[in-house]
């Protein structure tokens, strides 16, 4: 069976099983993040699963959601609809407060489409705010040098889906070009060998903080 992305994607990550999940140092850092942002009343959630991203905003907001179908355990109140994410979303114009995009940008092929699309749907003053594995990370180098292969691509099919991988300069540009400006990055897990020395590991994770496993975008539209 020959699978294109979008299939690829469907199969990997519409199952229940298969939701992705966010570890505590993402959690941790989007909260604060989502904590700065003073008003936000309805909110858009790209490749939302069961709404784990969403989880992180205050009950009364209103929530949106975008994947190939609805998750059983999604929460009866989202905004849901099903669609390609890859294609054009057919949801407001200028309407939300914040765009989530937890783990989805590296399945799209078309990554400038994809920004634009988030540039477009929020209103002047919103916020996208995005995670995605960071091609540059000390762990992918890592990879490179033993096996001169990245992680999390794979040639086979049914592996992580994954299509394209963002650096931070590269993530910077595109955002600009789209639209974007104050843009923050932060990088965040890795270096998993060093848990036993925490000062070390944080004395790294601070020398070089755009080094770790997942890049975190905080971009705001003026």
């Known amino acids: 069976m020959l699978l294109d992305t979008t299939e690829e994607n469907r199969s990997l990550y519409s199952a229940a099983q298969n939701s992705p999940g966010f570890d505590n140092d993402r959690i941790t850092l989007l909260h604060n993040w989502l904590q700065d ?3 936000i009343s309805c909110s858009l959630d790209i490749g939302c699963s069961s709404g784990g991203f969403s989880a992180l905003l205050p009950p009364e907001v209103e929530k949106w959601g975008l994947d190939f179908e609805r998750h059983p355990n999604l929460p009866q109140e ?5 669609c390609d994410i890859s294609q054009y979303w057919s949801v ?6 914040v765009v989530l995009a937890g783990e989805v940008i590296e399945h799209i092929l078309d990554t400038d489409f ?3 699309q988030c540039f477009d749907a929020l209103q002047p003053k919103g916020y996208l705010l995005l995670t995605t594995p960071n091609l540059s990370s000390f762990a992918n180098l890592r990879s490179w040098v ?3 292969q990245y992680m999390w691509v794979d040639s086979g099919a049914n592996q992580f889906g994954h299509v394209r991988y963002l650096a931070p300069k590269p993530m910077n540009k595109a955002l600009k ?3 974007f400006d104050n843009i923050m990055m932060r990088t965040v897990s890795g270096l998993e ?3 036993f020395f925490p000062a070390l590991r944080h004395f790294i994770q601070q020398v070089f903080p755009l080094r770790g496993n997942r890049l ?3 971009a705001h539209k003026p």
């Open 193 to 195: 060998g060093l848990q």
């Open 37 to 39: 942002i003073i008003s």
């Open 92 to 97: 407001p114009q200028k309407h939300f407060d």
């Open 177 to 179: 070009n789209a639209g």
């Open 216 to 218: 975190c975008v905080m």
């Open 114 to 116: 994809f920004i634009q």
């Open 146 to 148: 033993k096996t001169e």
């Open 78 to 82: 989202f905004n849901f609809i099903d």
